[in-house]
Structures are given as C-alpha cells and as structure tokens.
C-alpha cells in the first residue's frame, strides 16, 4: 500500500496563478482532510471530507476550494495565490476502527507564492 | 471545545538523557489524545494514542506518556534520548466518535551529542 500521496512535491506560484494539489489514499478510508502547517502555527485545518459527495470548512478555509473526487482521491485549489498561502500542506485520512479515527498523512507539498 | 497547549516550542537534551515533552490539554468530553512525530521534510507519523484503555501508552521507538486526568496532562518521555530522535513532535486531542483532531503547535526536540 502507498498510503497517501500528493502531488507536487513543491511548487512555486506567482502572486495570482492557480493551481491544484492532489491528494490520494488506497486505505479505502472515508475521511479525508487538507491542513497548512506554519512554523510556530502547528497544523491547522483547511477543509475536511466525511466521505464521497461532502465537504466541510476547516479552521482556515478563506482563499481554498476542494473536491471529493471519489472516495480515493481529495484536491484543494488555490484560485488566485497570495503570499500569505506559502506553507507547506499535508493530506490525511481516516478512518472509525476498533473505537478511534486515526489519522494517516502525506509527505506534503512545499508551495511558495512570490 | 477542545485545545492542547505544548509548553516549550524547542526543546534541548543531551544523548542519552531523559526526554520529556509536555502537552496539557483542554476538553469537555472524554478526549483521545495522540503524540505525533514530525522528521525533516516528511508527513507526520503517529507515535502513540490515548483511548481510555489504559493511562500510561507505550508508543513506537521507546517513547510513552502517561494520561493524568487530574493534571489534564498528556506528557511524552523516553527514558534515552537518541540523536534520530530529533524531530518536531505534536501533541493532539479529539473527542470520542470525532473524527476531526486539534493539534498543538509542536514542540522541535533537538539532541546534543
């Protein structure tokens, strides 16, 4: 099993292009979820999937849109970059077994907007 | 709500000393509570989890930590620190059934020869 993957491995935007991250598991989990992580910031949510069909807003949602392709796959987009979205961003996911969801992530993606 | 604060963003320790690594946290159910480990330029890796089964969790690698209610603490040690165990750690809580965590902001451990 690969577990999750994303891609790119890093990216560099200009201020106003869009792109999209990738996002796959083959664990055949329901959850699914995109974080940003900062320095000093921890990891904080952006958007979160239950399952296929339905998507939530996370703590940090503004300037992001996702979609729940399939069960398998998540992506986030960013529509028109700005600095501030220079961070590093993890994929995971989930899944209820044996009385706990616990969370499986990605390598990341390195993005860094100019 | 639920929040866990790590106290200490760096954290230095000798070779072969005593690592510990704090997380209190804060809940209005009965939380789970994770330790996760961050190496240079990788994902996050689960290191150990609290479900109520048993107060003191064994992780991987040698570290465990133990649930104190009354602290509301969820404290990381190892007894030996070794260098590959330089990394950034997260502590993080989630309420029974939930499955969305909160992460702490992490605490970098760093190892001196």
């Known amino acids: 099993n690969a577990g999750v993957t994303q891609t790119p491995k890093f990216q560099v935007l200009k201020t106003g292009q869009s792109m999209t991250l990738q996002c796959a598991q083959d664990?055949?989990?329901?959850?699914m979820y995109w974080y940003r992580q900062d320095p000093g910031m921890g990891l904080r949510l952006i958007y979160y999937?239950?399952?296929?069909?339905?998507?939530d807003k996370g703590e940090v949602p503004n300037g992001y849109n996702v979609s729940r392709l399939n069960k398998r796959e998540f992506s986030l987009r960013l529509e028109s970059a700005a600095p501030s979205q220079t961070s590093v961003y993890f994929c995971?996911?989930?899944?209820?077994?044996?009385?706990?969801?616990?969370?499986?992530f990605g390598p990341g993606t390195r993005l860094t907007v100019t | 709500a639920q929040s866990v604060t790590q106290l200490g963003s760096h954290v230095s320790v000798s070779e072969g000393a005593l690592v510990l690594l704090r997380c209190n946290y804060s809940?209005?159910?009965?939380?789970?509570l994770f330790w996760y480990v961050q190496y240079p330029n990788q994902g996050l890796q689960l290191l150990l989890k609290?479900?109520?089964?048993?107060?003191l969790v064994k992780g991987i690698n040698g570290f465990e930590a133990e649930f104190k209610k009354s602290e509301t603490s969820f404290h990381l040690t190892k007894p030996s620190a070794h260098m590959s165990d330089a990394a950034e750690y997260f502590c993080?809580?989630?309420?029974?059934?939930?499955?969305?965590?909160?992460f702490g902001k992490g605490t970098r451990l760093h190892i001196l020869p």
């Open positions: 995971a996911s989930s899944e209820w077994d044996i009385g706990i969801y616990e969370q499986y």
């Open positions: 664990m055949n989990h329901n959850s």
């Open positions: 999937s239950a399952s296929e069909g339905t998507t």
């Open positions: 809940s209005s159910v009965p939380p789970y």
């Open positions: 609290y479900t109520s089964a048993a107060t």
């Open positions: 993080a809580v989630s309420g029974r059934r939930d499955d969305k965590i909160i």
